[in-house]
């Protein structure tokens, strides 16, 4: 049986006509994939996107493509299931506002804030969160793929009990994915509002992360003007009310992204078809 194709709102012509792949690496991704049976049926589509999130370099791409089904179909509490009106997700939505920027950056880079509405640690549970952060991944990478993820994570409210709630098994898992298997280009990590609190997070994170991720870190205390953060990083227009930004506040942002979720049933269904062909192959 054939496996599922994912279907996005772009065609890799588009990509290779604007040089940021080639045809020639999309068919040498497609000649390799012929060797590997364990690994389900890709479209120009997908195939491209690995490709322009490893810079078209052809074995990294064959290392995050082989990553990219080894560490989801190993980790279903994190990216099985993914529909939005489960009652995870719906939870899930109502302790964290967590967006998809309307608009990109001048450099073509996605932008996603997050930050805690209900901060109340009993109410956090780390496997949905970070099914929720990769599901809203896998929506960016629906339409054109970013030339770059930009995420900004507000801990406002987060404090030590909260520490409490993290899995070192569920930790592992998602650096790994992030580090190895993203198929897009992570670019910066900002933390807004940092304190004591994030110094303890940090010390439990940072034995699983590589010093690459780690150099993307960027911390900005509650008392640093964010008139930098404008000029620097990512200007105001782009960002939301909560941050001093032009765009509506954070929950609204999130009612975008929950509807673009909904919207992309099918899409996100293909992904989890894709998953277990995957598995299948491999019994």
């Known amino acids: 049986m054939p496996s599922t194709l994912i279907q996005y709102n772009f065609k890799a012509e588009e990509l290779v006509r604007t040089g940021r792949t080639s045809s020639y690496n999309i068919d040498g991704i ?11 049926q890709l479209s120009d589509e997908q195939i491209a996107i690995f ?32 529909d939005v009106d489960t009652e995870e997700m719906i939870h899930t939505l109502k302790v964290a506002n967590v967006a998809i920027m309307p608009e990109r950056t001048k450099e ?36 054109n793929p970013p030339a770059g993820l930009v995420v900004i994570i507000d801990i406002k409210g987060v404090g ?12 592992k898992k998602f650096f790994q994915f992030l580090q190895e298997a993203l198929p897009t280009q992570l670019k910066f990590i900002h933390i ?31 008392n640093k003007s964010l008139e930098y953060f404008y000029e620097k990083y990512i200007p105001k227009e782009l960002l939301p009310a909560d941050l001093g930004g032009d765009l509506t506040n954070l929950e609204q942002l999130k009612e975008d992204t929950r509807l673009k979720w909904r919207k992309s049933k099918n899409y996100l269904d293909s992904h989890q078809q894709q998953i277990e062909d995957y598995r299948l192959n491999r019994s």
């Open 160 to 171: 030590l009990m909260h520490i409490t709630r993290l899995k070192l098994s569920t930790v």
């Open 192 to 222: 807004m509002n940092t304190s004591y609190v994030f110094d303890k997070i940090i010390t439990i994170l940072k034995p699983f992360m590589n010093k690459e991720l780690f150099d993307m870190i960027i911390t900005h205390p509650p």
């Open 51 to 82: 490709l322009v999130a490893c810079k078209n370099d052809i074995e990294a791409t064959k290392t995050c493509i082989v990553c990219f089904f080894k560490y989801k179909a190993a980790a279903p509490e994190l990216f099985d299931n993914r």
């Open 108 to 143: 073509n880079y996605a932008v996603i804030c997050a930050g805690l509405k209900d901060t109340s640690y009993s109410s956090f549970h780390v496997d949905s969160h970070v099914k929720m952060i990769y599901t809203i991944m896998d929506l960016i990478l629906h339409d």
């Open 30 to 40: 497609r000649e390799w994939l012929e060797l590997m049976p364990t690994i389900p």
